[in-house]
């Protein structure tokens, strides 16, 4: 299993990233697929959740009506727009999924947001 996160960068508050994570030795079209991130100093927080047909999107309150999370499982690409970013979405963000039993995680990609 590996998932590989791009996209991150170095925004303005108030600006915009789409993150990507694309899932390989895994069935990734009925796979429920996480994001999360880690502040410095902080724990890994969750963020978002895509369910396997993407017809169900879960979210930290902290980011609610904010970020987007979607997915293109024929491109087996699982997305996350982030709008209206400010200073504390600055994080590493990870994809996750949990896959028989299994945890497995991206090696991230960093967001800093400057104020």
């Known amino acids: 299993v590996q998932l590989q996160a791009s996209g991150g960068g170095l925004v303005q508050a108030g600006g915009s990233l789409r993150l990507s994570c694309k899932g390989t030795?895994?069935?990734?079209?009925?796979?429920?697929l996480d994001w999360y991130r880690q502040a410095p100093g902080a724990q890994r927080e969750f963020v978002a959740r895509?369910?396997?047909?993407?017809?169900?999107?879960d979210y930290a309150d902290a980011v609610k009506g904010r970020f987007t999370v979607s997915r293109d499982n024929v491109r087996r690409t699982l997305y996350l727009q982030m709008d209206s970013l400010s200073a504390e979405d600055t994080a590493v963000y990870y994809c996750?999924?949990?896959?028989?039993?299994?945890?497995?995680w991206g090696p991230g990609t960093l967001v800093t947001v400057s104020s």
């Open positions: 996750h999924i949990n896959y028989r039993s299994a945890d497995f």
């Open positions: 030795g895994i069935n990734f079209s009925i796979s429920t």
């Open positions: 895509s369910s396997s047909g993407g017809d169900r999107a």
